[in-house]
């Protein structure tokens, strides 16, 4: 499957942003997705991750109650809405699929077989 993130760009804090993971090359429904972010000088983390069918989803600690995931099977998407957002919330943000059929939620980078190439978002003070 092949991933490419798009909808990053520059906003003050407070704003709200929609980041959007197109897929291609396979059966989206039969992946787990997932958004990671790394800042600069730091590792990569994990932010938010979804189940195949788009019914479950979990959160890392610091986007937790102000980030949702969705998945639309149908438009071979994955989206992350971003609410509220925070000078450290500035990263690149990457999408990433499972690999096809396990079922779940990943939360590591391990758990990931695919990755797109990223998007900036950057928020200012």
Partial sequence: ???QASGGGLVQAGDSLRL????????FSNYGMGWFRQAPGKEREFAA????SGDSTYYGDSVKGRFTISKDN??????LTMN???????????????????????R????YSYWGQGTQVTVSS
């Fill in 20 to 27: 959007s993971c197109s897929a291609s090359g396979s059966t």
């Fill in 74 to 79: 149908a438009k071979n998407a994955m989206y």
């Fill in 108 to 111: 590591t980078r391990a758990a």
């Fill in 1 to 3: 499957v092949q991933l």
């Fill in 84 to 106: 509220s957002l925070k000078p450290e919330d500035t990263a690149v943000y990457y999408c990433a699929a499972r690999r096809a059929g396990l079922a779940g939620i990943g």
């Fill in 49 to 52: 991750g979804i189940n195949m």
